[in-house]
Every structure is written in C-alpha cells, then in structure tokens.
C-alpha cells in the first residue's frame, strides 16, 4: 500500500482559500487607495473640494472684476443677479438662472447634489453653482469620465469578481485533480481491474472513500478469484463428463448399427432408426457442449502479422475441396486489401472455414459459394454467401446466441448452434464483429465478417 500523502480535510483546504482570498483583496484594495492617494499629491486627481476651495480663493476678485467670466471654472454654473433677482451675467439658461436665484432666495447653500457659493458685489450678487467630487487633472478625461468615484468603485467591484473566478477556478482545479485519483479507482473496479496500485489523495474525505473501494477491490478479488477456481473447475468436470459419455454412446450406437443389419419386422427397424436418430442428436450435443468448453479455455488470442493473400490462398483452396463432394461452385473476390493484418490467424481461420463449411451443408447441389475480401481505411471484410435456403428473421436476430438452433428444415444438422456462437466470440476477441443477412445476389445466406486493421 502506498504509503499516504499529508492530507487535509476540504474544510481547512476550503478556509485557507477564504484566508487567502481575503489577504488579496485587502492588499488589492490597499493598492488602489495607495494609487488614489499618489494621483491627489501628483496632481493627476482633484480632489472633491476642489472648485470649493478655488471659488474662495477668487472671492475678492470676482467680488471686483466687472466680468466674472475668466475667474469661475468651466465646470461650474454661475449667474450675476442685480438685487431685485434680474439675470445680468449667466453662463446658464434663464430657467437655470431662476432656479439658482430661488434657492439662494431660500437661504440655501445645496440642492441635491449641487452646491452653491454666494459673493456680494456692488449692487449685484453672484451665485457659483459647483459640485463637491473628485474628478481628473486632465481635461479630456475629465469629459469622457464625469464621474470618477463611481468608475473608481466600478473597478474594484470588477477585481473583486476577477479574484472570485481566479480562486474558484483554482479550488475547482485543486478538487479535480484529487477527485481524479477517485475516479481512476472507480473506473479500474468498474473494469474489473484489480491488480491496480491504489493512489492517494491529500484530502481527508476522499482518502476515507478510497480506503473503502480499496477493500471492496481486495475483498471483490477474492471473490472473483474463487468464482474463477469454481467455474474452470465446472469446465473440466463438464469436459470430462462429456468425454465419458461419449464412451457407452458408442457402444450404443454400435449395438443399433448391429441390430439394423438383422432381420427386423417394420416395426422394430422403425423403433431403431429412430434410436440411432436420437444417438446422433447426443452426440451432436456432447460435440458441441465439447466445443463451448474448449472455447471458453481458448479465450486468449495470440495476434500475430499475417499475410492476407497467402491467409486467403488457403482458405479458398481448403473451401474447393470440400465443396468438390456436392459439386458446388466455390468462387472468390479479392478487392482492396492490406498486405498485412493483425489477428490470430488459427482462430480467424476457425471463423471463416466454420462459416463455409455450414453454406456447404445448407446448398443444394451444383449451387454457389462466394467469398468477397475488401477493406477500406479503418477495417476489413470478409463475406461468405451462398444460393440456399439463406436465414430466416428469427435466424437474424438470434443465430449467434448460444445453442440456439432454429428452422429444424434448414438446420438439419444443427451447426447454426454452436459453430456461430463460437465465431461471434472469436471475432468479439479481435474487436471485431460479425452480421448476418439474406444475399440478394444470391439469394441465400450472407455472412459479413468485420475486423479492424
């Protein structure tokens, strides 16, 4: 066992980001007041009172000057009243003018966000209208950025959620690379894997759950190892028994094969035809109950490079042989195909001879067999079709599953048990497939078997 990492729990792993994350933003926000500050003692920001304290510098002058136009800043309104309330200098409308000479009229120094400076002349009074904000030195970004506090806040704001996304991003990055240690242990059980190496966490939590799945993996490997003794011990019985029997059917069958040659009513020959049927079906049976263990104990595929024409060459000159005995007409087209393939080339021989073998027992004589090679980029082919009888629906869906034997009048000898049942496994093996149809160029059966290259 590998021995475990210092962990945390995900409650201090949660509380030193929040410490973190709080550090950071005081330091953010310490950083940008230090900024702000630095921009008042440099001149680049006014500060709030700004064109308060300008307005009393000029007081005296603008109590003097005849036009008080070049002494109040752009930024702020004025108007110069005669004592009667009549508008005589304005850089406002005569509306604004009014409003400004009613407030002052009310004793007040403010309206809303607005204040007001007023300055006794001769026989005039002017009312400077200003606002207490802080704003930009420069003149154009005065214009386009009017209100520099609310920016200021603005951009904290947005830093402030910037450093949310960053630390979540990272506390998701720091969960998910532990939650994978968790994920490959589960995924290696769920594969029955389970000679795998457990790795650890630095999370309390997650290695309580990786302890409890490296049990479960120990206890499940010893459960499916004993399950793996029992059944390796039910195939060899199984085999064994099914050899043994083989044995008294002989005897059986030899005794029967005895009997019909003596001289019989019509009866009794009835009675021991129908004997030597039923002998044939067991042995039938005890063969293919032979086969399945066989293939069961088979189940490891040794690949090696095999060259395809040459693998073909044998193929289709042990198929015209066999199909010599009923006079059939074996033909073959070879189509693009790789030089080589990648396959166990006895089990793959197995498959396709099986296959052959049942289109030779399902073809009536002088009919056709047609074996068809192709490939393209990622798999290749290799389909056998006959002019027989060809599978029904039933056959279709279910001729490869085990002993299942379909249209007793077409499957008289009961090969579509076992034999494709055996080649759907082979082929599985390769990562490959099998799929059966019903030829239309031929009419009868069609099977397509895909391998990758």
């Known amino acids: 066992m590998e021995r475990i990492k210092k962990q945390k729990s995900i409650s201090k792993i949660f509380a030193i980001y929040v410490v973190v994350f709080c550090m950071v933003t005081i330091s953010v926000a310490v950083i940008d007041l230090r900024l702000f500050f630095i921009g008042l003692n440099k001149g680049f920001i006014l500060p709030a009172n700004y064109y308060e304290r300008k307005i009393e510098n000029q007081r005296s002058e603008i109590a003097k000057a005849k036009d008080v136009k070049k002494l109040i800043p752009e930024e702020c309104n004025y108007a110069v009243y005669d004592l ?10 005569q509306d604004k003018a009014l409003d400004m000479w009613n407030v002052v009229k009310n004793n007040k120094i403010s309206n809303g966000k607005y204040f007001y400076k007023i300055i006794q002349r001769n026989n005039e009074i002017c009312v400077v209208e200003y606002i207490i904000d802080i704003s930009f030195a420069n003149p154009t970004l005065r214009k386009y950025i009017k209100n520099l506090q609310s920016v200021w806040l603005i951009v904290l704001f947005a830093l402030f959620v910037i450093q949310i996304i960053i630390f979540s991003k ?6 998910k690379k532990e939650m994978k240690i968790l994920k490959d242990t589960t995924e290696n059980i769920q594969m029955e894997n389970l000679e795998f190496k457990v790795q650890y966490s630095n999370i309390v939590e997650i290695n309580d759950v990786i302890n409890a799945l490296n049990k479960m993996k120990t206890k499940l490997s010893e459960s499916l190892t004993k399950q793996w003794d029992m059944e390796e011990t039910r195939k060899e019985q199984i085999g064994a028994l099914a050899h043994d029997i083989k044995t008294p059917l002989t005897i059986i069958r030899g005794n029967s094969e005895l009997l019909g040659e003596s001289d019989l009513n019509v009866e009794q020959i009835k009675f021991n035809d129908a004997t030597l049927n039923e002998i044939k079906n067991m042995e039938f049976y005890i063969k293919s109950l032979i086969e399945i263990t066989r293939s069961e ?7 090696k490079q095999v060259n395809v024409m040459d693998f073909i060459d044998d193929i289709t ?3 015209s042989l066999i199909s010599k005995n009923k006079n059939l007409n074996f033909k073959s087209q070879i189509k693009n ?3 080589f393939i990648f396959v166990d080339e006895i089990a793959l021989k197995r498959v396709i001879n099986n296959i052959i073998s049942n289109s030779i027992d399902y073809c009536l004589n002088n009919e056709e067999i047609l074996l068809t090679v192709d490939s393209d980029d990622k798999n290749i082919q290799f389909i056998i079709e006959d002019s027989g009888k060809g599978f029904t629906k039933e056959e279709i869906s279910f001729a490869t599953d085990q002993f299942f034997q379909g249209d007793k009048s077409r499957n008289s000898k009961n090969h579509y048990g076992m034999g494709l049942y055996i080649s759907k496994k082979i082929m599985k093996k390769h990562n490959g497939s099998i799929i ?3 030829s239309e160029s031929l009419k009868g059966a069609k099977v397509i078997l895909i391998l990758p290259i």
Not at 170 to 175: E, P, T, V
Not at 297 to 303: L, M, N, R
């Open 297 to 303: 104990k088979e189940a490891v595929i040794q690949k």
């Open 317 to 319: 000159k042990s198929a």
């Open 84 to 93: 009667n309330g009549k508008t005589l200098q304005a850089n406002v409308s």
């Open 436 to 438: 059966l149809k019903n």
């Open 170 to 175: 990272c506390f998701q990055k720091r969960l």
């Open 337 to 339: 195909i790789p030089e």
